[in-house]
C-alpha cells in the first residue's frame, strides 16, 4: 500500500495540539529540497507503512544512507500516529533525539538518514502570501480571514512574538484593502510621554515649546489609508481616552485648535501581549479594547511552522544579495528546523547575514558552520550517515528518547502501546518485535499474556 499525496487540510485546530489535529497530521520532506510530495498520515486502518529503500515500502526513499526497510508508521493504540524504527543502519531521529518509538505531533522533526521532514496540519507549498510575506500552509490559514477583512472598515489587532512579521501583515492588509492611502506605522512604545499626543493628532504652530512649525499627525498623514499603531498597550491611559474619542468620532483636534478635523483611517493595532491580559492589569482601557477588537490574529511564531525554515532561510539569503544560496545539506537542515527560534524571523535573518559574511564562497552549508545555540538540543555534531548496506548497528539504550524525543524509557518500563506497535510492525513475531524494542522475549510475552494481547490477530 502506497501513501497518496496529501491534498489541504484547513483546520482550526491549535499547531501545538495532539488531540484534535492528529488527523489531519501529514509528514513534509524539507530535505532533500524539493524532495516530493507530501504524504498523509491519517491511516484507515492498523497496517504498517514501511519507509525505506525497498520498491515494496509504502514510502519510497532513495539514498545509500537510508535502509531497504528504515522505519514503520502506524495508528497508535494510545491514539494517533507512531514511528517504529526497524533496526536501520543509521536510526531514526525525531526532533534531533534517536527513538526506538515515538508517537508523532506536529511539528515534530523526523529524521531516516539523509532525509529530514516535518510533521504538520496542512502542505500548501512555500510561496509568496503577499508582498514581502512568504510562508506555507498555516501561515496562510491564519491569513486567510484577514485578507477577506480587510476589504471591510473592521478595526484588526496583531499579536505576535517579536520578529512573527506584524509589520509586514498590516502592509499586507493594507494592499489587500484597496485603500488609496498610504500606509504609515508607528511605534507606540518609541514615542515620548509627552509628544505622543501631538505626533499621533497632529499640532499648530505655537501650540507648545519648540512646535516652530504645524505638525498634520500621523492620523492625517495616513487620512485615505492605513495606520499600524503597533505596541499600542505603550500608550498612556489619558493618550488612550484621546484615541477612543478619535476612532468613534472619526476625526481630530490637533493641539493649538479649535476645530475638528475629519478622517478616513483604516487602524490596525499590533502587540507582543494580549490586550486583553493589559486590560486586565488596568494598563488598557477596557472601552478602547472594545472599539479595537473587530478581529484578533495571532500570528504563528517559527517554532509552529517549521517546515518553513529551510526555504525561508535561502529567500533571505537571495534578498541579501546576489548569488545562488549554498546548497544545505541534511545535518544543517535538521538543526534549523529542531531550533525554537525566540526571536523568529528576525533571527534568522541574522543568521543569513552572519552566514553570508563568513560562508558565502561555501558551495555547501553544514551544521558545524551553525552557531552553538541553534539545534542545541540536537544529539551530537550529527555527523554524515553511513552506508546503510552496513552491517545492522547494535541496539542501544543510551542516549535514545521515545514519545517525540524525551528520554527512553529503560527496556524494563518499555509499555503495551509500543509493543503493541512492534508486533504489528513484526506481523506478530514476538522476537523480532523484541529485538526491536530492546527487550527481552521473556518481558514481552509477560506483557502480552497480562493483557490478553491477540497474537493471531497482529499477524493478519
Not at 509499555?415 to 526491536?436: D, H, T, Y
Request: hydrophobic share 40%.
Amino acid at each position: 500500500m502506497r501513501l497518496d499525496a496529501a491534498s489541504t487540510t484547513d483546520t482550526e485546530a491549535s499547531p501545538d495540539s495532539r488531540s484534535e489535529s492528529e488527523s489531519f497530521l501529514m509528514l513534509v520532506w524539507v530535505s532533500p529540497e524539493n524532495a516530493g510530495s507530501p504524504f498523509s498520515l491519517s491511516f484507515d486502518d492498523d497496517a504498517p507503512r514501511v519507509l525505506g529503500r525497498d520498491e515494496a515500502c509504502a514510502v519510497r526513499l532513495s539514498g545509500s544512507d537510508v535502509s531497504r526497510r528504515h522505519a514503520s508508521l502506524q495508528r497508535s493504540p494510545a491514539g494517533g500516529i507512531s514511528i517504529l524504527d526497524l533496526e536501520s543502519r543509521n536510526g531514526t531521529r525525531i526532533n534531533g533525539k534517536s527513538v526506538r518509538t515515538a508517537r508523532l505531533a506536529p511539528n515534530d522533526v523526523v529524521r531516516l538518514g539523509g532525509w529530514v521532514g516535518v510533521v504538520t496540519t496542512g502542505a500548501e507549498p512555500f510561496g509568496e502570501i503577499a508582498p514581502g510575506l512568504f510562508g506555507g500552509a498555516l501561515l496562510r490559514r491564519t491569513l486567510a480571514p484577514l485578507e477577506q477583512a480587510a476589504r471591510s472598515d473592521l478595526p484588526i489587532v496583531l499579536e505576535g512574538e517579536t520578529g512573527t512579521g506584524k509589520e509586514v501583515v498590516a502592509r499586507a492588509v493594507h494592499g489587500w484593502s484597496g485603500r488609496s492611502g498610504p500606509f504609515v506605522a508607528v511605534n507606540c512604545a518609541a514615542l515620548p510621554e509627552g509628544l505622543a499626543e501631538a505626533e499621533l493628532f497632529g499640532y499648530r504652530r505655537g501650540a507648545f515649546t519648540g512646535a516652530d512649525r504645524a505638525s498634520l499627525g500621523l492620523f492625517r498623514n495616513a487620512d485615505g489609508g492605513t495606520l499600524l499603531l503597533d505596541e499600542i498597550s505603550d500608550l498612556s491611559l489619558a493618550v488612550q481616552a484621546k484615541l477612543l474619542r478619535v476612532l468613534e468620532q472619526r476625526e481630530v483636534q490637533p493641539l493649538g485648535e479649535t476645530s475638528t478635523i475629519p478622517i478616513d483611517v483604516r487602524v490596525v493595532v499590533a502587540g507582543q501581549e494580549s490586550l486583553m491580559d493589559a486590560v486586565r492589569e488596568r494598563r488598557f482601557r477596557a472601552d478602547l479594547l472594545a472599539r479595537l477588537d473587530g478581529m484578533t490574529v495571532r500570528l504563528p511564531p517559527l517554532r509552529e511552522r517549521r517546515e518553513d525554515v529551510p526555504q525561508l532561510f535561502s529567500r533571505i539569503w537571495r534578498e541579501l544579495g546576489d548569488g545562488k544560496p549554498p546548497s544545505l545539506e541534511f545535518d544543517f537542515v535538521e538543526r534549523m528546523c529542531a531550533h525554537d527560534w525566540p526571536l523568529n524571523v528576525r533571527e534568522l535573518v541574522l543568521l543569513a547575514r552572519r552566514l553570508r559574511v563568513f560562508r558565502a564562497e561555501d558551495p555547501s552549508l553544514r551544521a558545524r558552520h551553525l552557531p552553538e545555540r541553534i539545534g542545541a538540543q540536537v544529539d551530537g555534531p550529527a555527523p554524515a550517515p553511513a552506508p546503510s548496506d552496513e552491517p545492522p548497528r547494535p541496539a542501544e539504550d543510551s542516549g535514545s528518547t521515545s514519545e517525540s524525543g524525551s528520554p527512553a524509557a529503560p527496556a524494563e518500563r518499555i509499555e503495551l502501546p509500543e509493543l503493541i506497535v512492534a508486533l504489528r510492525a513484526s506481523q506478530g513475531n514476538v522476537a523480532r518485535a523484541s529485538a526491536l524494542l530492546g527487550i527481552t522475549r521473556q518481558r514481552a510475552y509477560r506483557l502480552i499474556e497480562g493483557n490478553a494481547v491477540d497474537l493471531d490477530a497482529l499477524r493478519k
